[in-house]
């Protein structure tokens, strides 16, 4: 089989811990695979890099930026090299030149366009365990680029399918992907399958197991992807495109406080309205999560919606300053709620299961201020408080402990 | 003009120096000129990923080492890119990979066979100031490799011969070459200019201003090399082919402790002994430099050489597993001896030159053990304890304090 694999920067922090991923890695090269791996920079390195930055300019070019911070994956190739040649494998490190790892312009942000595999694959067909530097690439400039956030789980998703690889293995802290927080529920159970669109929403709903792009692209090119611990070698789970699904409705609950409820109050009743308010927003970057829009009363009506709570302050800022051209009576907000979700790939077609989510709520006593549902997903706007308690509630209702 | 500047390390070493550096670079550059800076790792950098590597493997492939210390010259010019940037200028930073640096497969100490300036020109074209890692490589599959002792130097070097720039400025702690160590003479002149031929034979000598290997370069391709501190605007020395000779028998004095003596009694004194001794010494990479044999006496004859200190114990040891075949008596060896030297490019032809360091050694009451001799230098061995007396006599001798 042919497997890539990603450590995260935590997994070769140091000296130990890179010895400790080394002779994983080895485990599975031993069992006869072609073993690619993808590493991300060593614990702090980055952070570190950043603020030798800062110090010169709070502001830098990205283009310098990039060419900085991708120091720190190739520092952690290179030492894990070492760290497998001394325990007597051959290993070689590579960075995104050396790959032919290609994205477009965007510094600090890049897509990957084209990855060339022909030195991967000399390097596996001399029998080496092939190290990969994530989170970067390289632009037709031949400048180098960075992913963003999660980069490294992208990169390995994308050799892998580049890689026609067997599987693709995202080793973390966490040891899977589970019905619910273990820190919030304290019966989740670790799920041994998801499907690739429920875990785009769980990512979404702030459980941070795999970033969003890394799904997609596991999707798009039928990755099979497998969440496992770094520190233990329990099984993980795997997400793919097909799941036992008639049997899993509800597969897990989520809780993300990282929101904020804003209300526009009266605002004239006619067309073209909402399409202001939400391409105002847009334009400045600002994401709208739930929106909520009241039936027009008195030639008015009131539009809700929610945001990160990051961003409350410049939506607010924002809306006040164009209130008159809104024809908003009133802006009101509330950054003490949190949403609370379930997610399962049969829900679409079961039309009980936003009711029995109800009346969990109900049945706790939770107030639920606002609804929104898609293909896989139920979440509910409440009182931020009541998260945990809504959260136990829900996995309860829906005996998420029980393995089916 | 076209401009190639090198800053060394502690040059670079913190946030407050990168700021001087860049400040100096665009000066330069406000002058109309065209600029291409060569910069090495910050401070202690390399020290600290070799310490690293270490922790994992004290013989590390080198390869990987090579892939592991080029982040530092990375980390160099991203920061410098942005501090010239903050400062209002247009910078750029380029890697070898990016520049197109390529040298032969010998990691660790690779020799550079060919630069391409494409990517160089292009953003000179740009107006932007380009700052190059020094020490660098890519080897032809794609891998880096790093230069050696001194790499940077060399980098810069190399080039202002491929740009075809009009000078070479290499920034160091001290502000040029000197006639004598300002620490040990302390008439000491700083020289205006020398030639390549006098400053090969002075860097051998143990004045450690430039590498030979940057200065053989030089020479080759003709390169006007300018040695001056980073620390102040002295006018530094001018290393190039053709100097005012006439009056500048003698350039300057160097004294060198990094010398041991091995003598080898009673050689059977037939012909191919010496061979074998010296070809045993180079088999096993030990240089030797001054070389004494004694006239045959009673079918023997005496072998005197001297090696670096640090090659004492292995030549000796070396010796003595082989001194039944080279037919030696004995062996006998000092560490407590100096090699001090003249050098100027007018001495083969002034016979005068060596009778005059001779007497003024005799004058100081210091007796000489061997002496050597080329084109451009005179070398004779004392004793160690003389090496100051020594240097100071001779630069009175020859009058080097005062200008000529």
């Given amino acids: 089989m042919l497997i890539v694999q990603k450590f995260g920067g935590s997994s070769v922090a140091n000296v130990e811990r890179v010895f400790n991923v080394a002779k994983r890695i080895i485990e599975t090269y031993k069992q006869g695979n072609d073993v690619v791996v993808v590493l991300s920079a060593q614990g702090d390195t980055t952070d570190e890099l950043i603020a030798k930055a800062h110090e010169i300019d709070l502001h830098p070019s990205r283009r310098e930026m990039d060419m900085l911070i991708s120091t720190g994956e190739q520092i952690s190739v290179a030492l894990m090299a070492m760290a497998i040649q001394k325990l007597g494998y051959p290993a070689v490190s590579l960075n995104?030149?050396?790959?032919?790892?290609?994205?477009?312009?965007?510094?600090?942000?890049?897509?990957?366009?084209?990855?060339?595999?022909?030195?991967?694959?000399?390097?596996?067909?001399?029998?080496?365990?092939?190290?990969?530097?994530?989170?970067?690439?390289?632009?037709?400039?031949?400048?180098?680029?960075?992913?963003?956030?999660?980069?490294?789980?992208?990169?390995a998703v994308a050799l892998a399918?580049?890689?026609?690889?067997?599987?693709?293995?995202?080793?973390?802290?966490?040891?899977?992907v589970y019905t619910a927080d273990p820190r919030?529920?304290?019966?989740?159970?670790?799920?041994?399958?998801?499907?690739?669109?429920?875990m785009l929403e769980l990512a979404s709903l702030g459980a941070k197991v795999l970033h969003n792009r890394s799904v997609e692209i596991a999707k798009k090119y039928n990755v099979e992807l497998v969440v496992r611990s770094s520190l233990n070698n329990a099984e993980g789970t795997v997400v793919k495109e097909v799941c036992n699904m008639?049997?899993?409705?509800?597969?897990?609950?989520?809780?993300?406080?990282?929101?904020?409820?804003?209300?526009?109050?009266?605002?004239?009743?006619?067309?073209?309205?909402?399409?202001?308010?939400?391409?105002?927003?847009?334009?400045?970057?600002?994401?709208?999560?739930?929106?909520?829009?009241?039936?027009?009363?008195?030639?008015?009506?009131?539009?809700?919606?929610?945001?990160?709570?990051?961003?409350?302050?410049?939506a607010l800022k924002l809306i006040k300053e164009n209130q008159e051209r809104l024809t908003a009576k009133d802006v009101v907000y509330s950054d003490k709620i949190a949403k609370v979700s379930i997610v399962g790939a049969g829900m679409a077609t079961n039309p009980g299961v936003a009711a029995m989510m109800f009346e969990a709520m109900y049945n706790a006593g939770i107030n639920i201020h606002m609804i929104s549902t898609s293909e896989v997903k139920i979440s509910v706007?409440?009182?931020?408080?009541?998260?945990?308690d809504a959260m136990n509630a829900i996995h309860e209702q829906f005996r998420l402990a029980i393995e089916r």
Avoid at 114 to 125: M, P, Q, W, Y
Avoid at 184 to 198: G, P, Q
Wanted: charge should be negative.
């Fill in 96 to 155: 995104a030149f050396q790959v032919g790892m290609y994205t477009n312009t965007t510094h600090s942000n890049a897509r990957l366009k084209k990855i060339h595999t022909e030195r991967i694959e000399a390097e596996l067909d001399r029998k080496n365990i092939v190290l990969v530097t994530g989170f970067q690439g390289i632009n037709k400039f031949d400048d180098i680029t960075t992913l963003g956030r999660s980069g490294s789980d992208t990169t």
């Fill in 184 to 198: 919030v529920v304290k019966d989740a159970r670790k799920l041994k399958e998801i499907s690739y669109d429920e």
């Fill in 381 to 388: 706007l409440i009182d931020e408080k009541y998260t945990e």
């Fill in 161 to 176: 399918a580049a890689l026609k690889a067997d599987k693709c293995e995202i080793y973390t802290d966490v040891d899977g």
């Fill in 246 to 314: 008639e049997k899993m409705l509800v597969s897990g609950v989520a809780g993300d406080k990282n929101v904020a409820r804003i209300s526009v109050i009266g605002v004239e009743d006619t067309p073209g309205k909402a399409f202001e308010l939400f391409s105002l927003l847009a334009k400045h970057k600002i994401s709208v999560d739930i929106i909520l829009q009241s039936i027009g009363r008195d030639g008015t009506k009131d539009i809700s919606f929610t945001v990160d709570r990051d961003d409350l302050h410049d």
